[in-house]
C-alpha cells in the first residue's frame, strides 16, 4: 500500500466531516479500505503517465467526489506539475459536498471543476483525459461512462461498477441466454449468471474498442461485494481487437 491508512481517514475527516467532536463513522472507515486499494491503481497510472505536463482526471459518477479529492491531494500535487481534475456528478446534494470540501483541499497545483450532469452528456467531459476515475458506478451509469470514455478517447480508465440493475443493457441479453441455456428461474442462481455476462460484456466491448483489459479485486469482499475494478488502458493492438469483437459477437448470439 503506497498511502498510510491515518493518512487516508485524517483527509477523509478534513474535506468531508470537519465538524469539531465528531469522528469517522464506520463507513467512513470502510471507504477508507477502498480508497486506499484504489488510489495505488491511481498512482501506478499517473506513473504510467509520467512524462505528460498536465494530467487531466475525470472523477465520474463521482458522489461528493472522494476519489477526485483525495487524488488530488495526495497523487497529483506531490507530483508539482499542473493537473486538473474533471468531477461529473448529477445530485444536487452531493455536488455542493463537494464544492464545500474543495474549499478545505491543499493541492494547490491541481484545479477542481465540478460539473453537475449526467454522465451521458458528452458536453461534461473534457477530450483526451489522461484517466477516468468511476468507484461504484451504479446500475447503467457504468456503461455510460464506458461509452464516453471510448468517445473522448480517454487514456486510461479505472471502473468499479455497482449494483447491475434491469435497465443495464446486457441483462436483457443475459436473461435471454439464461432461458436459451434452461437456467433455473432462483433468483440467487440467476443474479451470478446475470452478472457474469453483465461483466463478460463490458470487458469485451472494451478490448474490442482497442482497450487492453485487467479485472482485478481492489479490496476486499469483506469491504464491498462490489470490489471488481476494471483497469483498461487505450493500446489499440488489432489482433487482440479482432478476437474480442469476434467472442463478443457470440456472447450477443450473432456469431
Ligand atoms: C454509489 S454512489 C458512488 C459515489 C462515489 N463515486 C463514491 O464511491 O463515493 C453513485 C453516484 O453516482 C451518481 N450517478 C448515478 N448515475 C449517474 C449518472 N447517470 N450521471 C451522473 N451521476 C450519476 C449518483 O448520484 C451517486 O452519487
Redesign the pocket.
Known amino acids: 500500500m503506497t498511502f498510510a491508512r491515518t493518512q487516508i481517514e485524517e483527509l477523509l475527516y478534513r474535506l468531508f466531516i470537519n465538524a469539531p467532536a465528531t469522528s469517522l463513522r464506520d463507513e467512513d472507515r470502510r ?1 477508507s479500505d ?1 480508497m486506499a486499494g484504489l488510489l495505488d491503481e491511481v498512482e501506478a497510472a499517473v506513473a504510467r503517465r509520467a512524462r505528460k505536463d498536465e494530467l487531466v482526471l475525470v ?9 477526485g479529492l483525495l487524488a488530488a491531494e495526495l497523487v497529483l500535487a506531490p507530483r508539482g506539475r499542473p493537473a486538473r481534475v474533471r468531477v ?4 444536487p446534494a ?1 455536488v455542493a459536498a463537494c464544492r464545500d470540501a474543495i474549499a478545505r483541499l491543499r493541492a494547490p497545483s491541481v484545479s477542481v471543476e465540478v460539473v453537475a ?5 458528452p458536453a461534461a467531459w473534457p477530450s483526451e483525459p489522461d484517466l477516468v476515475v ?8 457504468s456503461d ?1 461512462i464506458i461509452d464516453q470514455s471510448l468517445a473522448v478517447r480517454a487514456r486510461e480508465l479505472l471502473l ?1 461498477p ?1 449494483c447491475t440493475s434491469k435497465d443495464v443493457s446486457a441483462a436483457a441479453l443475459a436473461d435471454q441466454r439464461a432461458e436459451q441455456l434452461g437456467m433455473p428461474r432462483h433468483a440467487e442462481v440467476r443474479r451470478r449468471f446475470i452478472q457474469s455476462i453483465v461483466d463478460a460484456e463490458r470487458t469485451l466491448r472494451l478490448e474490442a474498442a482497442g482497450w487492453q483489459t485487467t479485472v482485478v479485486g481492489f479490496v476486499a469482499p469483506t469491504v464491498t461485494p462490489h470490489n471488481l475494478l476494471w483497469r483498461a488502458e487505450r493500446v489499440g493492438e488489432l489482433g487482440r481487437m479482432a478476437e474480442a469483437a469476434d467472442r463478443l459477437a457470440r456472447l450477443r448470439g450473432a456469431g
Open positions: 471507504k477502498e472523477d465520474a459518477a463521482a458522489g461528493k467526489a472522494t476519489v461529473i456528478e448529477r445530485e452531493r450532469a449526467d454522465v451521458a452528456d468511476a468507484l461504484h458506478a451504479c446500475g447503467r451509469a455510460m468499479v455497482c
